[in-house]
């Protein structure tokens, strides 16, 4: 499957641990984003990343949210501390210079 | 901020014709999108269209792109079961990648 891959699918979480969320992008892409969708909403970008460089992050929560793509290995979107509003779906996407991005089927996060 | 309406619901008989619209805010928009998502599934790019198109065929799949109204729709010929599925349309704005996504129209098929 050459597709953007995720995971876990789903991810249970108490309040106050920590959530890590892995990305691998599509073979042959380069830029991987990351957007969150909340209960009967859209999806809303949070980050935007190239290997090793944050291009731009001003849809994270400034507070224990943070994201990295390193020069080996898939990217990663760490919540520290979760709270029950970090419930949600995360997906992540990867682009190649085409338009549009491609999207991973996600991963759900429940925090109890 | 910008902002991208669309209707919540929309239910078909199979073998009509689907027309899901959205209306977006931003001018600048270059590219404009519609994607599938199926229960428990990620998104799924459908089409696209340019923003200096007014219509884009692909296959069953019909854009019509009036930009003065900013006013987006796709139309699905012959609608069928898998098609039921919830509908996003996304604006890009004048970047390419931080994409401003509707709430979705959930289309059901009748059989």
């Known amino acids: 499957n050459a597709g953007v891959m995720q995971n876990p699918r789903h991810l249970v979480r108490r309040r106050g641990q920590e959530a890590r969320l892995r990305c691998s992008p599509m073979?042959?892409?380069?830029?991987v984003y990351w957007y969150r969708q909340l209960p009967e909403e859209g999806l809303k970008f949070m980050v935007y990343?190239?290997?090793?460089?944050?291009?731009?992050e001003s849809g994270m929560p400034k507070e224990r949210f943070s994201a990295e793509f390193p020069k080996e290995g898939p990217s990663i979107l760490r919540i520290q501390q979760v709270v029950r509003g970090d419930s949600a779906a995360y997906f992540c996407?990867?682009?190649?210079?085409?338009?549009?991005?491609?999207f991973g089927s996600g991963t759900q996060l429940s925090v109890l | 901020g910008e902002d991208v309406e669309q209707s919540l619901f929309l239910s078909v008989r199979e073998g009509d014709s689907s027309v899901i619209n959205c209306t977006y805010t931003?001018?600048?928009?270059?590219?404009l999108y519609w994607y599938k998502q199926e229960p428990g599934a990620g998104l799924q790019l459908l089409t696209y269209?340019?923003?200096?198109?007014d219509m884009k065929q692909d296959q069953r799949l019909t854009v019509l792109l009036n930009k003065k109204d900013k006013h987006l729709s796709l139309r699905i010929a012959d609608t069928q079961t898998g098609d039921s599925a919830i509908y996003f349309c996304?604006?890009?704005?004048?970047?390419?990648?931080?994409?401003?996504f509707g709430k979705g129209t959930k289309l059901s098929v009748i059989p």
């Open positions: 269209i340019f923003s200096n198109m």
């Open positions: 931003d001018s600048s928009s270059t590219y």
């Open positions: 990343l190239q290997k090793e460089n944050i291009i731009d």
């Open positions: 073979k042959g892409h380069s830029h």
């Open positions: 996304a604006d890009s704005g004048a970047g390419s990648y931080q994409l401003t």
């Open positions: 996407a990867s682009s190649g210079g085409a338009p549009g991005l491609f």
